[in-house]
């Protein structure tokens, strides 16, 4: 089983800056196999990038996604309000799918 | 409009079983596997298995072999999770989700209580 690593656990940043956040993975992910999701309070978790770098559908392009390998890396160029949640990786390049931790990123 | 829709809130008894109902709106369901993920409050996204509604073929978490099922009705175009032997570790919001993960289900919330 792949295990992923998120840091920083939590990030404190004020609207309009930039927020980086890692995954690291156990082990390599194939194909870079790699996802991005974004959850707030109450409510289920949104797709943001798949495939380490590819952005899902409506997804802002202030969000990107890059990394291969075990090291993983989500970007937001600017943040704005409504950015403020927990961000969880996820790798599905085998056939246990494996969650990190999250990254809750904080005003 | 593409959706997964869930059964609602179920209460259970420790030892007791739960189903969950996931049904595909907007889509036909076995064009995608769809995967099973649980949160308990405050805590993290943990996978729990996989579902390729076309033939039927499933994955488990290892944490959860021997106590989960993953079926389908594709003639309703419905995906179901069961858990059987409940504890009380296993109260959580329940979430199925399409291929990816580009769409969910609205959640389902399991109590484990006596």
């Known amino acids: 089983e792949i295990v992923l690593t998120q840091s920083p656990g939590t990030l404190s940043l004020s609207p309009g800056e930039r927020a980086t956040l890692s995954c690291r993975a156990s082990?390599?992910?194939?194909?870079?196999?790699l996802a991005w999701y974004q959850q707030k309070p109450g409510q289920a978790p949104r797709l943001l990038i798949y495939g380490a770098s590819s952005r899902a559908t409506g997804i802002p392009d202030r969000f990107n996604g890059s990394g291969s390998g075990t090291d993983f890396t989500l970007t937001i160029s600017r943040l704005e309000p409504e950015d403020f949640a927990v961000y969880y990786c996820q790798q599905y390049g085998t056939s246990i799918l494996t969650f990190g931790p999250g990254t809750k990123v904080e005003i | 409009q593409v959706q997964l829709v869930q059964s609602g809130a179920e209460v259970k008894r420790p030892g007791a079983s739960v189903r969950v109902s996931c049904k595909a709106s907007g889509y036909t369901l076995t064009n995608y596997d769809i995967n099973w993920v649980r949160q308990a409050t405050g805590q993290g996204l943990e996978w729990m298995g996989w579902m390729n509604p076309k033939n039927g073929n499933t994955g488990y978490a290892q944490k959860f072999q021997g106590r989960v099922t993953m079926t389908r009705n594709t003639s309703t175009g419905t995906a179901y999770v069961e858990l059987s032997s409940l504890r009380s570790e296993d109260t959580a919001v329940y979430y199925c989700a399409r291929g990816v993960g580009d769409i969910w289900g609205q959640g389902t919330m399991v109590t484990v209580s006596s």
């Open positions: 082990q390599s992910v194939r194909n870079s196999y």
